[in-house]
């Protein structure tokens, strides 16, 4: 039987994660605009803007590939939280009149992978 992660490292594993997405949005022409907004129902990751895009990214991290791929964690409870917390941080910030999406990016933290980053665009919709 495998232990679990520590909450700690968990924890400093995900802002590793999220440092890597963030950069990695920023080099494609991403302005970040909030990390982890947090509200009592739940919390989006990065908030980004491109262009006409509105973007709430849920930054999803493995260290390898025995148990499915980062993406695939995510969960239909998962994506309730982000949804919720997507709307509040539009009710307190607006949208500008954007598109609004959910976007996930996957960080793979294999030996294999050595970071390898993977955009999902519209990964999911919200009907907001």
């Known amino acids: 039987m495998m232990a679990a992660t520590p909450p700690r490292r ?5 802002f590793a994660a999220e440092e890597t997405a963030a950069a990695w949005l920023a080099e494609r022409g991403y302005t970040v ?18 262009e006409e895009v509105l973007a709430f990214v849920e930054v999803r991290s493995r260290k ?4 499915g791929t980062p993406e695939a964690t995510i969960g239909t409870r998962k994506i309730r ?8 941080w539009l009710a307190r910030y607006g ?20 970071g390898e980053v993977r955009h999902l665009p519209a990964a999911f919709e919200a009907g907001l």
Do not use: C, K, M, Y
């Open 10 to 14: 968990r924890r400093a594993v995900g």
């Open 64 to 67: 390898g590939d025995d148990f």
């Open 81 to 88: 939280r982000v949804v919720t917390a997507a709307r509040h």
């Open 33 to 50: 605009l909030d990390r982890n907004f947090t509200v009592r129902q739940g919390e989006v990751d990065l908030v980004v803007r491109n």
């Open 95 to 114: 949208d500008a009149g954007l598109d609004i999406r959910f976007d996930v990016i996957a960080v793979d933290r294999s030996p294999r992978g050595s």
